[in-house]
């Protein structure tokens, strides 16, 4: 009967003592594991923000790029591009082979246009332009012919060469004579311009 007491005396000394010690783990576990999850929560929301904020700068590098890109673009088209001029007396190249035809050096000069055409353009999927061809027939020195080749690529138009031809004929048996040359000149127009009437070339 003793021992009995004894053991229901334990057990409520037990019951009193670790009742307690329970309260204290559950209130401890109500704040702490909401603070852990939150944490957590907030662990991945960081990582997602920084996750986010590379991205941003990387495209934010990729525009910048793409804007240095656009700039040399632009450079590159003030350096090397040409205008198609929307009718055929909007050409430069006739009027530029007259004026230098007044020029030291040149003897004789004659220029003269062919008929407008349409044709494809290289590298662009239905792109097309106008163009015409212009023979000229010149005798002059050597200088003064280079820079009618040179005069006529540097125009703000699109002019190509397409043929050059150079003769020299002696006029003595130690003189020798002017170079004759014989150029073709392709100049380019936008395509509504083939539908322009044109004046007779000449």
Do not use: W
């Amino acid at each position: 009967m003793k021992s009995l007491i004894r053991l229901r005396q334990l057990t409520t000394n037990q019951i009193a003592t670790a009742l307690p010690l329970g309260l204290s783990v559950c209130v401890l576990a109500l704040f702490t594991v909401p603070n852990y999850l939150k944490a957590a929560s907030y662990q991945r929301e960081a990582v997602a923000a920084e996750s986010r904020a590379i991205h941003a700068a990387a495209r934010k590098d990729g525009l910048r790029l793409k804007q240095q890109d656009i700039d040399r673009l632009r450079t590159a088209l003030a350096e090397r591009g040409r205008r198609l001029p929307a009718s055929p007396d909007k050409g430069e190249l006739l009027g530029t082979l007259g004026r230098l035809g007044d020029r030291k050096g040149v003897m004789a000069n004659e220029s003269k246009s062919g008929r407008m055409g349409v044709v494809p353009v290289p590298g662009v999927t239905g792109g097309k332009a106008a163009r015409r061809s212009v023979e000229t027939q010149m005798s002059g020195s050597f200088d003064a012919l280079f820079e009618t080749l040179s005069a006529a690529e540097s125009l703000a138009t699109l002019v190509t060469v397409r043929c050059v031809e150079l003769t020299r004929q002696a006029t003595g048996q130690e003189v020798i004579g002017p170079i004759e040359a014989h150029f073709t000149f392709d100049e380019y127009f936008a395509e509504r311009a083939a539908a322009t009437p044109e004046r007779d070339g000449g």
